[in-house]
């Protein structure tokens, strides 16, 4: 935040370390491995914190008694908002009172503060502010943080009004965000059902292909390579040096009939690794030359037998999961990869499938990307909102 704007009368600035206490959560010890079985002691993970400012306690993990005494200072309720610190920072929120007095992840932190001077609800409102966002240095998508320190929580200052005021903008903003909230749920909606339609159309075209057609191996298909890993320093991940992209897996976004990288990349020099470049079809075809590490295989459709445009439908069709092996770690393996069956028509029945397929999919695609632009809007205006209930004039 450049500088404090003025506030009305009766409203102060006060830090965070003036009227709260911000305390860190508590790893388990090295090598002790969470429980899913039900105990007395249940451990938040940053994994369960969802977008609604609150814990899903679907797939909560529990300690052993044993360990819980050795960890039990680092606990948190539902009188304290939680802040992640590390991994996916800046998600916050409060604890659904079944889980009170549950351990907190050593990738978060808890404010504490007194709940009859000040209202939870609106601390929490201003931990998804843009004033709250531009002290801690979550503003902008290209600020890279390992981690959010104490110290720096601390020294957030609060635009702070009476306790009445707190709890008069606290309820005209419930207000406000629950219709806001239902547009944003119904235009969801109207994404996933293209998506559900698109799914369909899939199921219609390569089930019947299915029925007229043999399947063929995708090693018998495709050349395929796996990525190699350049060990290059995060202080080295800069964009304007080199000449081409890498890419992890965590870097790609699954669109079928587009082009779209998501996440962290670095540039490198065509000398500064020895990789292969082909192209990607797995999720989507890319365009140009480009790198890609250890945790994604690149394959090529091989001339005469098939093209990439009907691979990037048919692997959007193809349930591959009893093909992926390990649970903490989801893998496909090369191996593994190479004998997944796909259905393999002659080249001119393919390229009618891929024609046919690229009109629907474009129209359901337009369709989505005018629904997710409503949507931007309304979290814009979510946000602008709250910029108003912090500056007093809400």
């Known amino acids: 935040m450049s500088e404090l704007y003025e506030l009305p009368e009766g409203w102060e600035w006060k830090s965070l370390d003036e009227f709260t206490t911000i305390k860190s959560g508590k790893r388990v010890p090295k090598g002790y491995k969470l429980s899913e079985e039900s105990t007395p002691y249940p451990y938040i993970r940053v994994t369960d914190f969802n977008n609604y400012g609150s814990v899903d306690t679907d797939d909560i993990r529990y300690i052993s008694e044993d360990i819980y005494q050795k960890i039990k200072n680092y606990t948190i309720t539902d009188k304290d908002i939680y802040i992640s610190v590390a991994g996916t920072i800046g998600k916050t929120g409060i604890i659904p009172s079944e889980l009170n007095g549950a351990n907190l992840t050593e990738n978060a932190v808890k404010i504490v503060f007194d709940n009859e001077l000040y209202d939870k609800r609106f601390l929490l409102n201003f931990t998804n502010s843009i004033v709250f966002m531009e002290q801690v240095g979550l503003a902008t998508k290209a600020v890279a943080m390992p981690k959010l320190a104490i110290t720096r929580l601390k020294k957030v200052l609060i635009p702070l009004p009476p306790l009445q005021e707190q709890k008069r903008i606290v309820a005209k903003l419930d207000t406000l965000f629950e219709k806001i909230d239902k547009a944003i749920a119904l235009h969801q909606k109207n994404m996933d059902e293209a998506d559900i339609f698109m799914g369909s159309v899939l199921n219609d075209v390569f089930g019947e292909l299915e029925e007229k057609y043999e399947k063929k191996q995708l090693k018998d298909i495709v050349d ?171």
């Open 224 to 394: 395929n390579y796996d990525g190699k890993r350049i060990p290059i320093k995060a202080s080295d991940r800069e964009t304007s040096n080199g000449m081409y992209p890498y890419y992890g897996a965590s870097g790609i976004i699954d669109y079928v009939n587009d082009y779209i990288f998501d996440g962290e990349y670095l540039l490198v020099s065509e000398d500064g690794a020895n990789l292969t470049v082909r192209k990607y079809p797995i999720a989507f075809i890319a365009k140009g030359k480009f790198w890609v590490n250890n945790h994604a295989h690149i394959i090529s459709a091989k001339k005469g037998i098939t093209t990439n445009e009907y691979l990037e439908f048919i692997f959007a069709f193809t349930d591959i999961s009893a093909y992926i092996t390990g649970s903490a770690q989801p893998k496909l393996s090369q191996r593994k990869m190479n004998i997944i069956e796909f259905v393999i028509p002659p080249l001119s029945i393919q390229q009618k499938t891929v024609t046919y397929l690229d009109s629907i999919s474009q129209k359901v695609e337009k369709l989505k990307s005018v629904q997710k632009e409503k949507m931007q809007s309304l979290i814009a205006l979510k946000a602008s909102i709250l910029d108003q209930a912090f500056r007093g004039e809400l």
